[in-house]
């Protein structure tokens, strides 16, 4: 067996584990072995933001930033204030509110937008009554309000609702995910069309330090008009390698004059992408192995050089390794996905108590890789990797083989409080396209070992659709 190692980004040595279904080593890791306001408030929202990160949706471990990031406050000389709309566009200034008023913020955010997918702790009725037990004597310090919303929502036996900080927030609020230091959101105009606004900057960031205010609209990235486009899609442009320019073009405020500025970028991600391509059956097969491990905002790019290098070197058969993939953003595993499926098929249902997280998310495009495909997974690969696992196999494009999944498949959203706290609330869930839950289950993989190719060729040439819908 002979193999070309390649790197998405740079096209040096990658470390990730060869391909070998017979053997197990140590050291190279084998494939396999034998109706609320209160959601306007949100800050981060998976089906339409650009921040649905670990925690937030994807991994089942503590979500950690290493950037410590201030939100900057608008230049008052570029503030306009026509009408509600640029109103919308400056970030909330914090409000004076009442020890008492944070903590019914927090529990009306929790009445109107909670979905218990547990214990089923929650009820209204349960609720209402611990609002007025928490509510019937004062609050005397904002430290004690704080410490009540946390007991508050450990009630609900949730691992995933819980309180943060003001400092906590503005970490979370102000994650750099376009690489030059600022943070976009999806804002309707008046005529309901998708502006992108510049909701975070690191304070003297390559963004800020080039003239990039909060509050200002992106119209333009390296002269491609990106109104209409995703918050993520806009932050993928953005990305590039490091030191390198990109020119955005902002139109300051609401009413402000239009700026065309060259920023120099700061890249923090790394390309989650290794793969390369081998060759097994003394060379009659040529199998293009890639292994993701994480979602970041690369990770689709990355994938889409990945995957046209190997099918432009011969790839008759791909492998998608899953494994040890905690997830990263939920929308950059669900652009992912539609690499492989035809357009109209079903990625995933989202459910919830409130009818936008009641959506059916479908491939858009042609794909663009029809050869089979097994994806590795194991008791780490959890979220989006799920997603797009399930994905895959309920739309018969691919076999599982290895491990049952991890089993996270929650939303939450994050919501800012009058004094600068916030909290992280589970408000919906993912199902797969055959209908089934994720969440606590898990998806069992159609293998436990490698199989051959042939197999999953019959495999999939049986496999037949359930009814999507």
Sequence with gaps: MSSLILNCSSCTSSSSPRLSPHKHSEQKAPIIQSNTNWAK???????????????????????????????????????????????????????????????????????????????????????????????SSSI??????????????????????????????????????????????????ANGVVTLKVLGLILDGPAHSAGVRQGDEVLAVNGMDVRGKSAFEVSSLLQGPSETFVTIEVKHGNCGPIESIQVQRQLVARTPVFYRLEHLDNGATSVGYMRLKEFNALARKDLVTAMKRLQDMGASYFILDLRDNLGGLVQAGIEIAKLFLNEGETITYTVGRDPQYQKTIVADNSPLVTAPVIVLVNNRTASASEIVASALHDNCRAVLVGEKTFGKGLIQSVYELHDGSGVVVTIGKYVTPNHMDINGNGIEPD???????????????????HPQG
């Design 140 to 189: 005397q310090t904002r430290s004690k309000a704080h410490g009540i919303i946390k007991r508050m929502l450990a009630s609900l036996g949730d691992p995933y609702t819980r309180f943060l900080s003001p400092a906590e927030f503005s970490k979370m609020a102000r994650y750099d995910m376009s690489g030059i230091g600022l943070n976009l959101r999806e804002v309707p105009d």
């Design 447 to 465: 293998y436990r070992n490698l199989p051959a190719w042939n197999d999953v060729t019959k495999h999939l040439s049986q496999c037949s659709m």
């Design 41 to 135: 408030k949100a800050v981060i929202n998976v089906l339409t933001g650009a921040l649905s990160f670990n925690l937030l949706i994807s991994s089942p471990l503590a979500l950690e930033s290493s950037s410590s990031v201030q939100s900057v406050p608008p230049s008052p000389s570029l503030t306009c204030h026509e009408g509600e709309d640029a109103a919308e566009s400056e970030p909330r200034q914090v409000v004076a509110k009442t020890n008492e008023g944070i903590v019914e913020e927090a529990w009306q955010i929790v009445n109107d937008s909670f979905l218990d997918t547990g214990r089923h702790r929650w009820t209204p009725q349960n609720w209402q009554r611990k609002r007025e037990d928490i509510l």
